[in-house]
T-cell receptor, first 115, second 115 residues
Framework: GAVVSQHPSRVICKSGTSVKIECRSL??????MFWYRQFPKQSLMLMAT?????????EQGVEKDKFLINHASLTLSTLTVTSAHPEDSSFYIC???????????FGSGTRLTVV | AQSVTQLDSQVPVFEEAPVELRCNYS??????LFWYVQYPNQGLQLLLK??????LVESINGFEAEFNKSQTSFHLRKPSVHISDTAEYFC?????????????FGAGTRLAVHP
């Protein structure tokens, strides 16, 4: 079955630093990758959609310069939280999909804590 | 725009009792519907999905959901729950229409199974 690997699973960083989260599709080529943010006991909020080789499409209210998304290959997308602040602390989850396939495969998530 | 409503934020139930988690959607185009389960600090696992064909879909662990177009619903049911079914359940919708492939989630329902 389709597998998506997300790393790291947990990260603690100091306020003002940047953190990179990786999302890899291990056994399929992900035409589209999605990044979600989830606050405690809340639903997943879509942050952005990225297609391989093109710029990400951000949802309204999501700061492009703060949450940098790169989808350089069909198997890897990265989310970089720049100049992180405590309010950026959250659970970030990626999802990958292959064109022509109706399934979405999710990574295991990254718990980011900014101190 | 599409949206998903999960009316019940929490559903407590005793072990071996039946359960129904409600999901209603709103969309102006044909939809594809999904149910995902999330355990603490983990990503999402697909339970079942409706793409086309039979309106009753089943999962391998005893859950089923029925797509009802007239009532715009996709309720999740299980005739007899186990303690291990305790988790957060999310209903999601997409359309795959005109290049649109975002997966939009409901607020989630916390299923708590008690002995």
């Amino acid at each position: 079955g389709a597998v998506v690997s997300q790393h790291p699973s947990r990260v603690i960083c100091k306020s003002g630093t940047s953190v990179k989260i990786e999302c890899r599709s291990l056994d399929f080529q992900a035409t589209t990758m999605f990044w979600y943010r989830q606050f405690p006991k809340q639903s997943l909020m879509l942050m952005a959609t990225s297609n391989e080789g093109s710029k990400a499409t951000y949802e309204q209210g999501v700061e492009k310069d703060k949450f940098l998304i790169n989808h350089a290959s069909l198997t890897l997308s990265t989310l970089t939280v720049t100049s992180a602040h405590p309010e950026d602390s959250s659970f970030y989850i990626c999802s990958a999909r292959k064109d022509g396939n109706y399934g979405y495969t999710f990574g295991s998530g990254t718990r980011l804590t900014v101190v | 725009a599409q949206s998903v409503t999960q009316l019940d934020s929490q559903v407590p139930v005793f072990e071996e009792a039946p359960v129904e988690l409600r999901c209603n959607y709103s969309s102006s185009v044909s939809v594809y519907l999904f149910w995902y389960v999330q355990y603490p600090n983990q990503g999402l696992q697909l339970l079942l999905k409706y793409l086309s064909g039979s309106t009753l879909v089943e999962s391998i662990n005893g859950f089923e959901a029925e797509f009802n177009k007239s009532q715009t619903s996709f309720h999740l049911r299980k005739p007899s729950v186990h303690i291990s079914d305790t988790a957060e359940y999310f209903c999601a919708v997409t359309s795959f229409s005109g290049g649109y492939n975002k997966l939009i989630f409901g607020a989630g329902t916390r299923l708590a199974v008690h002995p």
